[in-house]
């Protein structure tokens, strides 16, 4: 039918061809894409946001067991953060009967904080992870800020290397933080929109004050720096590549992680400092291809709005509306999170 055909009086804008068409360059079977989530906070979050998730598509989450920011205004003791992994336990059982996603965890020590008492942690973390609830080791990795007092790099390599040992010997993959770059500029830091939208940061982390920044490290460059340093322990431990996955990553730090070393890179969507748009996703996979990407939420009740819940299949359907494989889109949001997982 051409143009001067359509039986239309008055049109808003120009009718033709081009306009009316159903065509589309993707399958529509291609929204049916499942996924895996590896990072998010599910136990901070309401019965709605996992009601949201259900619905759009999760077939499994990886809650991390226990962060920083739960106890942020004194020293952490050893108690503490094992009560964070108990409670954690609790909480991926109930979301799991009431909820039709699997919920895993990752079990560790983050050096968002100085813990007090890590020996006691790392002489039990052998027996969590021998639970079949708990899939990897995380989130951790070497930062060089902390809340209250500040973590020594010695130390922090130290505690590293042990929870990469007691990886390999489960088996298990390592989920590794890796901290915003501190240079003042937005740059990175800034949230991008997604085809129109924005996240709605409520609140924000409540780790006050900051501790003095750990000696010899490059704040301007910390995550790439960071980076550099966490494969270097897995490199020295042992521990496979395969089995390493650099998490809130950014493309700049694309060339070394998949160019360099044969670790994972994973892009958080919603964190705050680093979120990343479907643009810059696609961008890595057409470069380097999709083998070695993963996305995750790094999802935080209260950080966030409340449709972030949403944020896996946004990012999904994005990825596909700008061009990319359904396959490559899949290997991304599920196969790789179910391989590295071991799921």
């Not at 998730?53 to 094992?82: E, H, K, L």
């Not at 590794?176 to 240079?183: E, F, I, K, M, Q």
Request: with cysteine; charged share 25%; proline share 7%.
């Amino acid at each position: 039918m051409g143009d001067s055909d359509y039986p239309t009086k008055r049109p808003t804008a120009a009718i033709t061809d081009e306009a009316v068409a159903y065509e589309r360059p993707y399958p529509a079977e291609a929204k049916e894409i499942p996924w895996i989530d590896i990072h998010q906070h599910t136990g901070t979050l309401s019965w709605d946001h996992h009601e949201k998730m259900d619905a759009s598509g999760a077939r499994a989450v990886v809650m991390i067991a226990a962060s920083y920011f739960q106890v942020p205004y004194r020293p952490i003791r050893a108690d503490d953060w094992r009560f964070l992994w108990d409670e954690a336990l609790r909480r991926a059982g109930e979301i799991s009967r009431n909820h039709f996603f699997d919920v895993h965890l990752a079990t560790g020590i983050h050096f968002g904080a100085r813990i007090e008492g890590t020996d006691e942690l790392l002489d039990v973390l052998p027996d969590y992870c021998d639970l079949d609830e708990v899939v990897a080791v995380g989130e951790t990795g070497i930062d060089p800020v902390q809340s209250v007092s500040t973590w020594s790099l010695d130390d922090q390599r130290a505690v590293l290397a042990e929870q990469m040992r007691i990886a390999d010997e489960h088996g298990l993959p390592v989920i590794l933080h890796t901290p915003a770059d501190r240079d003042g500029s937005p740059g990175p830091g800034s949230v991008p929109a997604q085809f129109g939208r924005t996240f709605d940061h409520k609140f924000d982390y409540g780790g006050s004050p900051e501790a003095d920044p750990a000696p010899g490290f490059d704040l301007a460059n910390a995550k790439l720096e960071a980076a550099k340093m966490d494969v270097a322990v897995a490199d020295e431990v042992g521990l496979p590549p395969e089995r390493v996955v650099i998490d809130h990553g950014h493309p700049d730090i694309a060339p070394y992680v998949l160019g360099e070393t044969g670790c994972y890179l994973s892009f958080s969507l919603v964190r705050k400092t680093e979120a990343v748009a479907p643009e810059d996703v696609a961008a890595v996979i057409d470069e380097y291809g999709s083998e070695r990407v993963l996305v995750d939420s790094d999802l935080l009740a209260g950080l966030y709005a409340d449709d972030a819940a949403l944020t896996m299949r946004r990012m999904t359907l994005d990825l596909l509306r700008l061009g990319v494989d359904p396959a490559d889109v899949k290997n991304v949001v599920y196969e790789n999170p179910k391989a590295v997982l071991g799921l």
